[in-house]
């Protein structure tokens, strides 16, 4: 960290700051004039580069595009819904304010654009890939569990090979330590954990935003490695009826419907609902066992937002989730008793989740001062002193057998946030906020195994109930020089009604060095409390007895790193980039699911000694020719832990590499696109126990994927296969003959279960 230090505080030194892009902000205009910032809306220079030269707009609407090669020259603003906007501008000390209008048509010219599906965002603080609506449909992602193909930063795996639940991995750690984010509110945590990841179909969302790092201190203590935010479709969207169907070979059908709505001039309402099947019993291994259990879900979310005259906003939403899951050997039969003679899983979930979020504008800055070019950053008059208050509520229940293993849980949570955000001056902006959560956990584990002896079947039940309350304030302070130098520092402290005072110091720093090249650097600390059973719900599916060594402490990471970007020409693309990355996660304390101690137990108990993860990225992405564009990612993990008795290893079942190459080509108008996704998988180190023939890691094995989409008026044709050369683990059950004796295990999974998936379907989307 101190090396990184260095180099920036060198860097800072040595160069000027001189004012070399065009700064402004996009609005979404609804039917009644009101604007809202617009975020992510694509901005670039008309006629001279095109989309090639594109920008996103942030989180607050705002934006930083390099001058054009001549002066004058026309600035387009685009966004999915809305009207294009196009503005003159003189030079580069002006600042653009783009309108974009929701609906409107055009009867003679239709502009037509294309959207990136990946692409690392340049305003953030952080390091951020944003997979965009367009990504989200590459490969007709049913769920954000399988949106991360084309991304080398995120690994999907399984946690075993019975219960379907997917997990991810981020900088080389579980992704219980990244928070994961619905519209900056905090979600899939607690009992939602292991099977969160199919609760919110990928047709629901405009973008997934994966931040790398630690975060701002506002949305919690909780994120140790990285953020991923899901962006929701807009009730501002004007899109009465939005519809995906999908089948697969697998038998697996989803209906997905969105509705938006503007009731007023000033409410505007979404109806999201989606239905899926997956009924089919594979079993391509031929180990008797299921390789995905037989699903159904019905989802339901409905999200308001009203907009007052003096600008208050008001939004708020209700969601609510049933799904269940049946697997475990092929000739399973659930209305017979559960007894040795036979191996089942049975899985239900139910989830409801309620919120509102209150925007109060409090006061408006003034002008900026005459001949001030470097504060553009904020438009003269723009709204900079407001408060918010952020409520809400979820309740889920878990029932589950594996087996003769029971787990049931029940939790409450209430959270209640209050932020207060103004500035200093220009350049000097600050948050204030107070924080409070209520969590409340009835949890059971019924345990059963077979000793090694053989001897009969044990039982013992272990009460997991917990009560938390935890209540605190934060505060962030930003200092910014226009687009080019962002340094965000933050600190929060936070008081646990089970484990006392946890403080939080957390900082950021962006430098954009030329308008071609970008340096990051972030550092800070993150805390999480265990949930022990569905924070590795893989456990569940093995014969052996669970064993909670110890009282559990807090997990407590300290996560720093640094990335450069840069922007160069290459070909006929002059935005063509190229990103490096370094992250290090260092545990001061961390819960260790230790498997290789005692064959006949899976242990729990705190980290003595070190635990950390190295992660190295090189990310790489040009357009050579016209609707052509080539991404390619590689990523090196160095991840290790100090397992009792047996000192400092390679964490087990962690892939050391991966490689990611995505091409796509569009013919004109995007009449058709064109997808194909290579992925080069790393070896991971098999724990001792599943080690045969002396082979120690895994074999590195290559996946492909590929789709094609035609896309006509209102609807959009699609087609597509995963896994394309049908390559699966073999024998991902050891013990299978055996299920109930200490040797089963089906945790071990490394690679894919499921074989080729050909697939088809089709979006409709009806305009106002």
Request: charged fraction near 20%; aromatic fraction near 12%.
């Amino acid at each position: 960290m101190k090396k990184i230090v260095l180099i920036l505080a060198g860097s800072l030194s040595l160069c000027t700051l001189p004012a070399q892009n065009v700064r402004g902000v996009v609005y979404g205009v609804s039917p009644t004039g009101d604007k809202t910032p617009l975020s992510y809306a694509s901005v670039h220079w008309h006629g001279e580069h095109g989309a090639h030269s594109a920008v996103a707009t942030d989180e607050h609407g705002r934006f930083s595009i390099p001058r054009p090669a001549a002066w004058p020259a026309t600035l387009m603003a685009s966004f999915v819904g809305y009207s294009s906007d196009m503005r003159s501008v003189a030079d580069d000390t002006a600042f653009v304010e783009l309108l974009l209008h929701e609906g409107a048509a055009l009867d003679e010219v239709q502009v037509t654009g294309r959207q990136a599906a990946l692409y690392n965002a340049r305003l953030t603080q952080l390091k951020t890939e944003v997979i965009t609506a367009a990504g989200l449909q590459k490969m007709a992602c049913c769920n954000i569990g399988e949106s991360f193909e084309n991304s080398a930063s995120i690994s999907v795996g399984y946690s075993d090979a019975v219960s379907g639940a997917r997990q991810i991995r981020l900088l080389g750690l579980s992704g219980v330590y990244t928070q994961m984010l619905e519209e900056n509110r905090a979600d899939m945590r607690g009992l939602a954990t292991p099977f969160g990841l199919s609760f919110t179909p990928g047709a629901w969302l405009e973008s997934i935003q994966v931040a790398k790092g630690v975060g701002s201190v506002l949305q919690g203590y909780e994120n140790s490695t990285g953020q991923i935010n899901l962006e929701y479709r807009k009730p501002t969207t004007p899109e009465p009826l939005f519809l995906n169907l999908y089948l697969d070979r697998f038998g697996r059908t989803e209906l997905n419907v969105a509705s938006s709505q503007p009731l007023s001039g000033k409410l505007f309402t979404t109806l999201l609902a989606h239905g899926s099947v997956d009924p089919m019993k594979t079993d391509g291994n031929g180990d008797g066992f299921m390789d995905e259990p037989a699903k159904k879900q019905i989802n339901l979310a409905n999200r308001w937002l009203y907009v007052a005259d003096n600008g208050t906003m008001l939004r708020f939403g209700l969601k609510g989730l049933y799904e269940k899951r049946d697997g475990g050997q092929m000739d399973f039969d659930a209305s017979r008793p559960r007894d040795t003679s036979q191996y089942g899983t049975g899985i239900e979930n139910t989830h409801i989740n309620a919120y509102i979020k209150i925007g109060l504008p409090l006061g408006r800055r003034a002008p900026a001062p005459a001949g001030r070019d470097n504060a553009p950053d904020v438009a003269a008059g723009e709204a900079v002193t407001n408060m918010a208050l952020i409520a809400d509520y979820t309740f889920h229940d878990l029932r589950s057998f594996f087996g003769l293993k029971t787990f049931d849980g029940t939790e409450h949570t209430a959270n209640l946030n209050a932020l207060f955000q103004s500035a200093f001056g220009p350049g000097h902006d600050y948050m204030i906020g107070a924080g409070l959560r209520w969590d409340v956990y009835r949890q059971g584990l019924q345990d059963v195994w077979r000793p090694v002896s053989g001897r009969g079947l044990q039982t013992a039940y272990t009460n997991l109930d917990r009560d938390e309350t935890v209540g605190g304030l934060f505060g962030e302070y930003t200092f910014s020089y226009g687009d080019q130098l962002v340094l965000v520092a933050g600190l929060r402290a936070d008081y646990h009604s089970l484990f006392q005072w946890m403080i939080t110091p957390r900082a950021t720093l962006k430098y954009a060095v030329a308008d071609h090249l970008t340096l990051r650097a972030s550092g800070g600390r993150g805390f999480r409390t265990p949930n022990v059973i569905t924070d590795h719900i893989g456990v569940m599916a093995t014969g052996r007895q669970i064993a909670i060594d110890e009282p559990l402490d807090l997990e407590d990471a300290w996560t720093y790193g640094g990335s450069a970007a840069w922007y160069f020409s290459l070909w006929q693309d002059d935005r063509a980039s190229l990103g490096v990355d370094f992250f290090r996660t260092q545990f001061t304390n961390q819960i260790i699911a230790d498997q290789e101690n005692d064959l006949a137990r899976v242990l729990f108990y705190n980290l003595d000694g070190q635990s950390f993860s190295n992660t190295y990225q090189i990310d790489f992405s040009t357009t050579p020719v016209e609707r052509f564009t080539i991404m390619a990612t590689f990523r090196y993990t160095d991840a290790q832990t100090a397992y009792r008795a047996r000192g400092l290893r390679e964490r087990p079942l962690n892939d050391r590499f991966k490689a990611v190459v995505n091409l796509q080509y569009a013919t004109r108008m995007n009449i058709w696109t064109f997808d194909f996704t290579a992925q080069w998988n790393g070896q991971t180190r098999l724990p001792d126990f599943a080690v045969a023939d002396g082979r120690r890691y895994s074999p590195v094995y290559p996946l492909f994927f590929a789709q094609i989409t035609r896309k006509f008026r209102n609807l959009d044709l699609y087609v597509g296969c995963e896994n394309l050369f049908n390559y699966t683990q073999p024998d991902p059950i050891l013990g299978a003959a055996a299920p109930y004796d200490a040797g089963f295990n089906s945790s071990v999974v490394w690679g894919p279960l499921m074989e080729r998936r050909l697939y088809a379907g089709l979006r409709f989307t009806l305009f106002t």
